[in-house]
């Protein structure tokens, strides 16, 4: 069974930083990409940025110089480092995990697990 559990999230000013967290279980495939979301209020969900196994990297353009995705395959721990925080990146974030993917991808329709979500609000 996989289950995907962020953590990290919080409040802080604009310019300001935070560190989510995924720790992911349950995931036993080889071909498997894992991506960062978000949906603000009112607003569709979007993609944020994907690591795929091949080591592909994808960022949306309003996040790219500024949010890092990274894994710690060790630890079964997907990271998302926010940078330069803006009051428009505030939004609930969810960690997803897409099967079948060998590369990164940024579209929901790839990702078959999500995770329950954590707020991250930027006050300016």
């Known amino acids: 069974q996989v289950q995907l559990v962020e953590s990290g999230g919080g409040s802080v000013q604009s310019g300001g930083s935070l560190r989510l967290s995924c720790a992911a279980s349950?995931?036993?495939?080889?071909?498997?990409?894992m991506g960062w979301f978000r949906q603000a209020p009112g607003k569709e969900r979007e993609g944020v940025a994907a690591i795929g196994r091949d080591g592909t990297l994808k960022y949306a353009d309003s996040v790219k110089g500024r949010f890092t995705i990274s894994q710690d395959n060790a630890k079964n721990t997907l990271y998302l480092q926010m940078n330069s925080l803006k009051p428009e990146d505030t939004a609930t974030y969810y960690c997803?995990?897409?099967?079948?993917?060998?590369?990164?991808?940024?579209?929901?329709?790839?990702?078959?697990?999500w995770g329950q979500g954590t707020q991250v609000t930027v006050s300016s």
């Open positions: 349950g995931l036993t495939y080889s071909r498997i990409c």
């Open positions: 997803a995990a897409g099967l079948g993917y060998y590369t990164a991808v940024l579209g929901a329709y790839a990702y078959s697990y």
